[in-house]
């Protein structure tokens, strides 16, 4: 069974860091592209960061580069999301995802059941 | 940026209505456009990709159409468990970017 456990999630003071885990495990991590989005309170889907099968190429959205950093181990199975100068606005639910193969795509199928961020006083 | 604008916004309908979605994209994304479900307290679940593809598992109640710029994600009758918020997204540039949604209620 394919499963993405996130982890890391909690409260945060503004200007704070924060780094998310997700563990993989039922597939083969080290064939598919990784993503992480976020959605917050009663808020749409927000793609943050997408990292490449081999971890050579990554994409992050404008409004979190420079602070914000997908990388992951594959050995370890795991993806991980590097947060800092958090600011209120990126208060959310954080998803782990996989998104396509190295071969083919078939849409991001697969979602863990989310970490939440909260950047608060 | 990809903009991609849903409507409508909210669709009330009954069980055993049809349902038709509409995303629209501010340019063309090819094929390469995804539908997904969301209900309260859950994570998102793939429906469609590629515009048309039905996901693994999903009814066949679920059609997706349309390539370029205009798509539409059909529920040919609605189930109880159908009714939630439905996302676009596409994967044709960077940023990936998602529709705002559109929720689909019971009348």
């Known amino acids: 069974e394919v499963q993405l456990v996130e982890s890391g999630g909690g409260l945060v003071q503004p200007g704070g860091s924060l780094r998310l885990s997700c563990a993989a495990s039922?597939?083969?991590?080290?064939?598919?592209?990784m993503t992480w989005v976020r959605q917050a309170p009663g808020k749409g889907l927000e793609w943050v960061a997408s990292?490449?099968?081999?971890?050579?190429?990554?994409h992050h959205v404008d409004s979190v580069k420079g602070r914000f950093t997908i990388s992951r181990d594959n050995a370890q199975n795991s993806l991980y999301l590097q947060l800092s100068s958090l600011t209120a606005e990126d208060t959310a639910v954080y998803y782990c995802?996989?998104?396509?193969?190295?071969?083919?795509?078939?849409?991001?199928?697969?979602w863990g059941q989310g970490t939440l961020v909260t950047v608060s006083s | 940026e990809i903009v991609l604008t849903q409507s409508p916004a909210t669709l009330s309908l009954s069980p055993g209505e049809r349902g038709t979605l509409s995303c629209r994209a501010s340019?063309?994304?090819?094929?390469?456009l995804a539908w997904y479900q969301q209900k309260p307290g859950q994570a998102p679940r793939l429906l469609i990709y590629?515009?048309?593809n039905r996901a693994t598992g999903i009814p066949a109640r679920f059609s997706g159409s349309g390539s370029g710029a205009d798509f539409t994600l059909t529920i040919s009758s609605l189930e109880p468990e159908d009714f939630a918020v439905y996302y676009c997204?596409?994967?044709?540039?960077?940023?990936?970017?998602f529709g705002q949604g559109t929720k689909v209620e019971i009348k």
């Open positions: 039922g597939f083969t991590f080290r064939d598919y592209w």
């Open positions: 990292i490449k099968a081999d971890g050579s190429e990554k």
């Open positions: 995802a996989r998104a396509g193969h190295t071969n083919y795509w078939r849409g991001i199928g697969c």
């Open positions: 340019q063309s994304v090819s094929s390469d």
């Open positions: 590629d515009a048309s």
């Open positions: 997204q596409q994967r044709r540039n960077w940023p990936w970017t």
